[in-house]
C-alpha cells in the first residue's frame, strides 16, 4: 500500500512539473514571437474580423432517413378481444 501511495505521490509531482512547462511554453509573448518568426515559413494569414462567420451559415448535414425493410401493419380490427383479461 506504501508503494502504491509513494508512486501516485510521484505522478502527482511529475503532472505538476508538467503542467508547469506546459504554462511555460505558452507563454502568449513566446508564442506571438514564434508566430511572428515563422510567418511566412508557416503559410499563416492575420486573424481578420472577415474571416469570421455567423451560427446561421454553417451548413450541417441533414440526418438520414430511417429506412424500414419488411413493415408490419398494425390493425385493431382484427386483434382477438381477450374475454377474460384475469
Given at each position: 500500500?506504501?508503494?502504491l501511495h509513494a508512486e501516485i505521490?510521484?505522478?502527482?509531482s511529475?503532472?505538476?512539473v508538467l503542467r508547469a512547462e506546459w504554462a511555460y511554453l505558452n507563454r502568449?509573448?513566446?508564442?506571438?514571437?514564434l508566430a511572428d518568426l515563422n510567418f511566412d515559413r508557416l503559410g499563416l494569414l492575420?486573424?481578420?474580423?472577415e474571416a469570421f462567420?455567423?451560427?446561421?451559415q454553417v451548413a450541417y448535414p441533414l440526418p438520414d432517413l430511417l429506412q424500414i425493410?419488411?413493415?408490419i401493419e398494425v390493425s385493431s380490427d382484427n386483434?382477438?378481444?381477450d374475454e377474460d383479461p384475469l
Amino acid at each position: 500500500m506504501r508503494n502504491l501511495h509513494a508512486e501516485i505521490g510521484a505522478a502527482h509531482s511529475r503532472i505538476g512539473v508538467l503542467r508547469a512547462e506546459w504554462a511555460y511554453l505558452n507563454r502568449p509573448d513566446r508564442l506571438r514571437d514564434l508566430a511572428d518568426l515563422n510567418f511566412d515559413r508557416l503559410g499563416l494569414l492575420p486573424i481578420l474580423p472577415e474571416a469570421f462567420g455567423t451560427i446561421d451559415q454553417v451548413a450541417y448535414p441533414l440526418p438520414d432517413l430511417l429506412q424500414i425493410g419488411n413493415p408490419i401493419e398494425v390493425s385493431s380490427d382484427n386483434a382477438p378481444v381477450d374475454e377474460d383479461p384475469l
